[in-house]
């Protein structure tokens, strides 16, 4: 088990060439012993990256690497005690699939015993138990990524990172290795860092998620916070599935108190929702985006603390067990989801109603967040 600490770490590629690649922009972060942690981003955010300087194969531009008390910044690959997955596999071709597992065990001096039993316990973790005997040329590209995620696994190492590793799986058969994965790396206390950007895959594994675009981190928290507390606009955006209805809005007068206005596309005015919950910095004519999670509407009329919208169906589609249906409430589009199939056809008029706590606010220009379900946001982690 280790900590692992990232204080202001930067990436630049070729940094004396007219055009450097700042890939990887400040990002601190700090692992809990025995911590999962996923980096989840779009392809190109820094990932990999970001991976790589822990692991020790790229260098590090800026800021300090720390697992537990110790700078390692400098150190060799081998001197890290860091095992990775990577993206690429690199397998070796002359070795078969067991020696490629055993290989750093044999190097560590590990009884052979023991190997054998170790290599045996991952193979079978992976369903890779019948290929051990082949190379790695003989195997699929799915068989190859399990080889090279049970080499990272067998090591039990005190930190293991592992680069999109089971990006070419079915998804049956991930949703099965995930499990299993978890386990083993919980039975183990392997504190890891696991690269994907399949965000069911990062919600259902990690601890905590690290969210990063365009080389920066944009929030470090766990599933339930960045569903429930999205730190920013983007994360907003980026996170749930269907993406969560974004509008552009503005704060204004009505009966004495405050509401949102929401507006169209065209910059015309939409529907309003009171905004009944005091907030420091929400003065009259402020630009901000408003944020609903598209399973918090409720089709039906509204209780205390709920608005009442009337929206007319656009789309309607039932996924065997829920249905995303999208509306049009005052030509502005919104999407709601329900758990039972609704026989709503297109131009039905349906009554929705929504609750005051499921309204996120962000702020127009920086896109960071105000308020979720009326309270204030506190300082994003980010
Ligand atoms: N060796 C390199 N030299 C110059 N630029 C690079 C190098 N490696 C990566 N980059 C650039 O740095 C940025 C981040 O790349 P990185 O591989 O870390 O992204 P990623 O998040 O892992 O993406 P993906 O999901 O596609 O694997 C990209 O813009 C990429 O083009
Ligand atoms: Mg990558």
């Not at 916070?225 to 907003?236: E, H």
């Not at 919950?277 to 609903?292: K, Q």
């Not at 929504?354 to 606010?361: F, I, K, S, Y």
Request: proline content about 6%.
């Amino acid at each position: 088990m280790a900590t692992l600490t990232l204080d202001a770490v930067s990436k630049i590629y070729g940094p004396r060439l007219s055009h450097p690649v700042r890939a990887v922009d400040t990002v601190s972060l700090a692992l809990r012993d025995g911590e999962l942690v996923g980096l989840l981003g779009s392809s190109g955010c820094g990932k990999t990256s970001t991976l790589r300087m822990i692991a020790g194969f790229e260098s590090v531009s800026e800021g300090t690497i720390r697992i537990g008390d110790r700078i390692i910044n400098t150190l060799r690959p081998a001197e890290r005690n860091v095992a990775m997955a990577f993206e690429g596999y690199a397998l070796y071709p002359p070795l078969t699939v067991r020696d490629n597992i055993a290989f750093s065990l044999l190097r560590d001096r590990i009884p052979k015993a023991e190997v054998q039993q170790r290599v045996a316990h991952v193979a079978a973790l992976l369903e890779i138990g019948d290929i051990l005997d082949r190379y790695p040329q003989a195997i699929s590209g799915g068989q190859q990524q399990r080889v090279s995620l049970a080499r990272a696994l067998v090591r039990r190492a005190q930190l293991s990172l592992l680069d999109e590793p089971m990006s070419q799986l079915e998804p049956q058969l991930r949703a099965v290795l995930r499990a299993r994965i978890k386990d083993y790396l919980i039975e183990h206390r392997m504190t890891t860092v696991f690269v994907t950007h399949d965000q069911t895959e990062a919600l259902a594994l990690a601890d905590r998620i690290a969210v990063m675009e365009g080389g920066r981190l944009q929030q470090f928290a766990s599933p339930t916070d960045l569903k429930r507390r999205p730190a920013n606009f983007f994360v907003a955006s980026f996170i749930g599935e269907p993406p969560m209805n974004l509008f552009p809005a503005k704060m204004v007068r009505e009966n004495g108190g405050l509401a949102v206005e929401v507006l169209g596309e065209d910059g015309t005015p939409g529907f309003r929702l009171p905004w009944p919950h005091a907030g420091r910095d929400l003065a009259e004519g402020r630009t901000v985006h408003l944020g609903i999670r598209a399973h918090e509407i409720r089709l039906g009329a509204p209780r205390p603390g709920e608005t009442a919208l009337d929206g007319v169906v656009v789309a309607n589609q039932w996924l065997g067990d829920q249905s995303h249906i999208a509306l049009a409430v005052a030509g502005v589009r919104l999407t709601i989801v329900t758990d039972r199939a609704l026989a709503a056809p297109v131009d039905t008029r349906l009554a929705l109603a929504l609750p005051e706590t499921a309204l996120h606010l962000f702020d127009g220009d920086s896109g960071l967040a105000i308020a979720h379900g009326g309270r204030p946001a506190v300082a994003a982690a980010a």
